[in-house]
């Protein structure tokens, strides 16, 4: 078991969702990563691509379009061709920074905040084996949609890891991995477009924290056609309903969550919620 996750003594932790990005800083950038620091975020969530030399890559597979204005995807580039790449802004403008190398992130990051890597199921041993080279383990949170197609490879590669598959039904998955002793299981990733799902229930909400695992929750907002906390979101924070938004997620009990506006939850849960929150440091 993931001690150090499932020992919170009843604090929430926020998770910047690729970093803190806005103005002139993109997502999942080393100045990403260090605006998230400098926002107070408990965990930063990164995502994993893979170029065709097989090296690493902090960037969100399929994106290229978007934030390299680049039809080729890395792991359709070799080493050279990523590097020359610059990641681009909000307005489409590209900066000075390129596209960062895991190890780059984990050699900022490490000691500093808990690191959620996303994409992991993509290269299970290969990106392991990168965490384990920094003596990591205990700092990283990994994920897998689902278990069953993944299962053996994270017995075989992550045994050490502490691991969150995501879910969005109650389907047994918690049951199977409690009673499985070659995963390091640390609790669940939950979504849900309904306060009717099982996974917004108390009951559920009770088992999970019952058996020593804790549960992480998303109010970002990929696509509003898509909710993965039934509106109970950054959307609805930030457009001024704070406690529909971020503060029905604390009530529910819900132990970290994720999120594009690191600092301002911060704020609004030190405020609201003083002892379920770390207090805001002074800049």
Wanted: glycine share 8%; with cysteine; charged share 25%.
């Amino acid at each position: 078991m993931a001690g150090y996750l499932t020992n919170l003594e009843g604090k929430i932790w926020i998770a910047a969702h690729r970093g803190a990005a806005g103005g002139n800083i993109p997502c999942n950038s080393i100045p990403a990563f260090q605006a998230a620091l400098c926002e107070q975020a408990d965990v930063i969530e990164l995502d994993i691509s893979e170029s065709l030399d097989g090296t690493f890559y902090v960037f969100h597979p399929g994106m290229e379009p978007v934030f390299l204005r680049s039809e080729k995807y890395i792991s359709q580039m070799n080493d050279g061709e990523v590097r020359r790449l610059r990641l681009h802004n909000g307005d489409m403008t590209p900066t000075e920074w390129g596209v960062p190398l895991f190890d780059e992130a984990l050699e900022l990051l490490k000691g500093r905040c808990v690191i959620n890597v996303d994409k992991f199921w993509t290269n299970i041993a290969g990106i392991a084996e990168r965490i384990r080279a920094y003596g990591m383990q205990d700092q990283v949170i990994v994920k897998t949609p689902g278990v069953s197609e993944y299962l053996p490879a994270l017995e075989e590669y992550a045994h050490d890891l502490p691991y969150m598959p995501l879910v969005d039904r109650d389907d047994g998955t918690h049951e199977r991995l409690l009673g499985n002793p070659r995963v390091r299981y640390a609790g669940l990733e939950v979504a849900f477009s309904d306060e009717a799902s099982p996974m917004a229930s108390d009951a559920f909400i009770e088992k999970v924290h019952r058996d020593g695992r804790i549960l992480w929750l998303n109010t970002i907002i990929f696509n509003y056609r898509t909710q993965l906390s039934a509106r109970h979101s950054d959307d609805t924070a930030m457009t001024g309903d704070f406690d529909g938004g971020w503060g029905w997620a604390v009530e529910k009990g819900y132990d970290i969550l994720q999120t594009d506006w690191p600092l301002a939850m911060r704020l609004y849960g030190a405020a609201k919620y003083p002892r379920r929150f770390t207090p805001v440091r002074p800049f």
